[in-house]
């Protein structure tokens, strides 16, 4: 199985800033990579699909980069409807993977 | 619009059967990968299943094989996830999404609580 290991687990911020969660792969997944933003008590949302392409009507603050085994996840301009938790996913093999977590905080 | 509604949840002694359901509407569900996927409380997101646009292709989690059956219904745009064998480490909020740019629609969610 792909493991994929995100760092940090928890990161705190304030309004205005910018940050950046990265996301590793065990093994190469062909930019199959998914970032996933979830607020308590609700559904995912997805975000970004294949590495760096933004999902429908998510806002240009949110982009992804990486290749190969390493990708991060960046949100500019942070407001506060962006804290959340944010996860990566590897869709590019089964059993699909999630990394644990970034827990987005208010500084 | 795009909507996923996942139902057939509740509580059920360890050991016990549930099976969910995931309707469907806004798009042409017969074309389209599915997939569920779970949250224990307080835990991160588990990958549970996946099936094909015409059921040949099923898969699953190394957590649920052999107890749980992934399925759906083109004619009634519906997805359900038969659950045997349940154990308390099943208790968690089961989502559907539909697998496209890996799972761009969720539902809200369901949940499974597995306790005696």
């Known amino acids: 199985d792909i493991q994929m290991t995100q760092s940090p687990s928890s990161l705190s911020a304030s309004v205005g800033d910018s940050v950046t969660i990265t996301c590793r792969a065990s093994?190469?997944?062909?930019?199959?990579l998914a970032w996933f933003q979830q607020k308590p008590g609700k559904a995912p949302k997805s975000l970004i699909y294949?590495?760096?392409s933004l999902q429908s009507g998510v806002p240009s603050k949110f982009s992804g980069s990486g290749s190969g085994t390493d990708f991060s996840l960046t949100i500019s301009s942070l407001q506060p409807e962006d804290f959340a938790t944010y996860y990566c996913?590897?869709?590019?093999?089964?059993?699909?993977?999630f990394g644990q977590g970034t827990k987005l905080e208010i500084k | 619009e795009v909507q996923l509604v996942e139902s057939g949840g509740g509580l059920v002694k360890p050991g016990g059967s549930l099976r969910l359901s995931c309707a469907a509407s806004?798009?042409?569900?017969?074309?389209?990968?599915m997939n569920w996927v779970r949250q224990a409380p307080g835990k991160g997101l588990e990958w549970v299943s996946s099936?094909?646009?015409?059921?040949?292709?099923?898969y699953y989690a190394d957590s649920v094989k052999g107890r749980f059956t992934i399925s759906r219904d083109n004619a009634k745009n519906s997805l359900y996830l038969q659950m045997n064998g349940l154990r308390a480490e099943d208790t968690a909020v089961y989502y559907c999404?539909?697998?496209?740019?890996?799972?761009?629609?969720w539902g809200p969610g369901t949940l499974v609580t597995v306790s005696s």
């Open positions: 996913q590897q869709y590019n093999s089964y059993p699909y993977t």
């Open positions: 806004g798009f042409t569900f017969s074309s389209y990968f």
């Open positions: 099936i094909s646009s015409s059921s040949s292709l099923m």
């Open positions: 999404a539909r697998a496209s740019k890996s799972s761009d629609y």
């Open positions: 294949a590495a760096s």
């Open positions: 093994q190469g997944i062909n930019n199959f």
